[in-house]
């Protein structure tokens, strides 16, 4: 359980076990005291309102601002969570916001709880500390021989030479088998003849059209417009149409009815027909606008075809040289004599190791040597056997294998740099932890930190007057503020990276100088954030108070805390 929370190679203090089981229990029993709560008083959230807060989240909207449906999929496999899961995290946040948070949002800090942190946040200390810098350790002696023998001997893993092979490599490029698939002119033709639409385009009209029931109406329309009155107001007051009904749009000759199209293509921009009958309706069209035919220049699509033309037959002509040169390899033909007739070279990789590394520059082919799939295939394959025909987005591949190096353990000669770099590194941690010990324990002995410092060859520095809000040495805050707790002259040890810093609480001060309205407000934001925590968690328990509480641990899969 722990592995899969924080990666196989963390390391697992006894505190964070501990840590980690007290959260991921809370948890847990607070979703369930959540559900069975919702249950208890029937609180439901509908399936339709919560697909709307799912479909109008931003997280899962794509660049048009549209609810994107992978991006949503994809989001949830990263978080390890099913649809389902989701769904029910959801509403178990909606109930706890009704059953718990909405009841104390509205909570005031009282003035006497206010007063009261004001003054500790505004109460400033001064610290002495000290620097332990590994990297400033002085190593007072060389390794020995006898050392350098054990630790060859207990880091033997880093220092063996991996497995090498050399393999020939037979690479057609994509772009290769690109320039020789052939487009004849009748193709592009043809291309043309079928797909003529998308190169040449019919004359367009944008249509304007009223419908009357009878002459008579569509007599009376005609009299307006010829008087000069608006189409879309005759539309409107004389046949009840409106501007959406009247505009039909662009439209060809082809797609009018043939009573209409020799009218409407008769006419000028702007020009209207006399009252046509279609069937038992009566109408009058007019032009507003005209769109000329257009075409693309032939030279221009025919250059256009032939790569459209090229790019569907790509796949085929990869797989026709896959067959070529598999058929090939098939009946004993040598990768040089493939190579030769198709014009290429083989090339050499020497000293190739599975973390993509080489003896020697492989310039031409360099990314496709660092790619899962040379390295799979350079390594599944016996010495003197010729890998399958690979495929892959630039090129298509195949390998033989040569030579092979077993992995071996390198020479202790030629790692003695490597050892004495581990040996040092591991001196220099056990020196500062020494004088770490040293000096931790002289002053819980109750000695001075600026006497102590001296004796081990450090320097003594003195910080500002600061508040628990702020840091000194680089410090993180959390440090700061649980030396703000301790008593004065309590010596506190810390730990960043590789080095340490001893530092004591020294003397207290209470501020003089009053909190900016900035601080003030800060002050007051921590404290309804703390209180209205507390108010959570006391109302979240005075629901659990209706259960009987018992938590499983083999059942919820920390057992192995």
């Known amino acids: 359980m722990v592995s899969r929370l924080l990666g196989e190679n963390q390391e697992i203090t006894e505190e964070m076990r501990t840590a980690i089981l007290s959260g991921l229990t809370q948890k847990l029993v607070?979703?369930?005291?959540?559900?069975?709560?919702?249950?208890?008083?029937?609180?439901?959230?509908?399936?339709?309102?919560?697909?709307?807060?799912?479909?109008?989240?931003?997280?899962?909207?794509?660049?048009?601002?549209?609810?994107?449906?992978?991006?949503?999929?994809?989001?949830?496999?990263?978080?390890?969570?099913?649809?389902?899961?989701?769904?029910?995290?959801?509403?178990?946040?909606?109930?706890?916001?009704?059953?718990?948070?909405?009841?104390?949002?509205?909570?005031?800090?009282?003035?006497?709880?206010?007063?009261?942190?004001?003054?500790?946040?505004?109460?400033?200390?001064?610290?002495?500390?000290?620097?332990?810098?590994?990297?400033?350790?002085?190593?007072?002696?060389?390794?020995?021989d006898e050392e350098v023998n054990q630790y060859y001997e207990d880091f033997s893993s880093n220092f063996m030479e991996p497995e090498r092979r050399d393999v020939s490599v037979l690479y057609i490029p994509m772009t290769d088998i690109y320039k020789n698939i052939k487009v004849s002119a009748e193709d592009i033709k043809f291309y043309y003849d079928d797909n003529k639409s998308d190169?040449?385009?019919?004359?367009?009209?944008?249509v304007l059209q009223i419908?009357?029931?009878?002459?008579?109406?569509?007599?009376?329309?005609?009299?307006?417009?010829?008087?000069?009155a608006d189409f879309y107001d005759v539309a409107q007051n004389v046949a009840g149409q409106s501007k959406e009904d009247t505009n039909l749009g662009y439209a060809t000759s082809d797609e009018l009815l043939p009573e209409l199209a020799t009218e409407v293509f008769a006419l000028k921009k702007n020009q209207y027909t006399k009252p046509i009958k279609v069937e038992d309706l009566w109408q009058i069209v007019k032009v507003a606008d005209i769109q000329k035919a257009s075409k693309v220049d032939y030279a221009v699509a025919s250059a256009e075809i032939e790569k459209i033309l090229k790019d569907e037959r790509l796949y085929d002509q990869s797989y026709e040289v896959i067959s070529s040169i598999e058929d090939k390899l098939a009946s004993g033909t040598e990768l040089e004599e493939i190579a030769k007739e198709l014009d290429l070279n083989v090339r050499q990789v020497i000293g190739f190791a599975d973390?993509?590394?080489?003896?020697?520059?492989?310039?031409?082919?360099?990314?496709?040597?660092?790619?899962?799939?040379?390295?799979?295939?350079a390594f599944s394959y016996a010495l003197g056997e010729t890998s399958q025909v690979i495929e892959t987005d630039e090129g298509l591949f195949t390998i033989r294998v040569d030579t092979v190096n077993d992995a071996h353990p390198k020479a202790v000669e030629d790692v003695k740099d490597e050892i004495v770099k581990i040996w040092s590194d591991n001196e220099k941690?056990?020196?500062?932890?020494?004088?770490?010990?040293?000096?931790?324990?002289?002053?819980?002995?109750?000695?001075?930190?600026?006497?102590?410092?001296?004796?081990?060859?450090?320097?003594?520095?003195?910080?500002?007057?600061?508040?628990?809000?702020?840091?000194?040495?680089?410090?993180?805050?959390?440090?700061?503020?649980?030396?703000?707790?301790?008593?004065?002259?309590?010596?506190?040890?810390?730990?960043?990276?590789d080095d340490y810093i001893v530092a004591v609480a020294v003397e207290d001060y209470d501020n003089s100088v009053e909190l900016s309205a900035e601080e003030k407000d800060?002050?007051?934001?921590?404290?309804?954030?703390?209180?209205?925590?507390?108010?959570?968690?006391?109302?979240?328990?005075?629901?659990?108070?209706?259960?009987?509480?018992?938590?499983?641990?083999?059942?919820?899969?920390?057992?192995?805390?």
């Open 522 to 561: 800060l002050v007051k934001r921590k404290a309804y954030q703390s209180l209205v925590k507390d108010f959570a968690d006391a109302l979240l328990k005075s629901y659990a108070d209706d259960y009987k509480i018992r938590v499983k641990y083999k059942l919820i899969g920390l057992t192995d805390l």
């Open 429 to 497: 941690t056990a020196i500062a932890q020494e004088k770490l010990n040293d000096i931790m324990h002289d002053l819980e002995n109750g000695d001075d930190l600026s006497d102590v410092a001296p004796r081990y060859g450090f320097k003594v520095y003195k910080s500002r007057p600061i508040t628990r809000n702020e840091t000194f040495a680089n410090i993180g805050y959390a440090d700061v503020r649980a030396m703000f707790v301790e008593a004065l002259n309590t010596p506190r040890q810390m730990q960043y990276g």
């Open 30 to 144: 607070a979703d369930s005291v959540v559900d069975r709560t919702a249950d208890k008083y029937g609180i439901l959230f509908s399936p339709v309102f919560i697909h709307s807060l799912i479909v109008n989240d931003p997280t899962f909207k794509d660049e048009t601002g549209n609810f994107n449906r992978d991006i949503f999929k994809e989001l949830l496999s990263r978080s390890g969570l099913s649809e389902a899961d989701y769904v029910k995290s959801i509403s178990r946040d909606l109930v706890r916001r009704l059953l718990v948070d909405t009841q104390v949002l509205n909570v005031n800090v009282p003035k006497v709880l206010l007063d009261a942190t004001t003054k500790v946040d505004n109460k400033r200390r001064t610290f002495k500390y000290v620097n332990i810098n590994k990297s400033d350790m002085v190593i007072d002696r060389s390794i020995t």
């Open 211 to 228: 419908v009357f029931d009878d002459e008579k109406q569509a007599n009376k329309a005609f009299f307006e417009l010829q008087q000069g």
């Open 355 to 377: 973390d993509g590394s080489t003896a020697s520059e492989v310039t031409e082919i360099k990314d496709l040597v660092k790619s899962a799939d040379f390295v799979e295939a």
């Open 199 to 206: 190169y040449e385009t019919s004359e367009k009209r944008q």
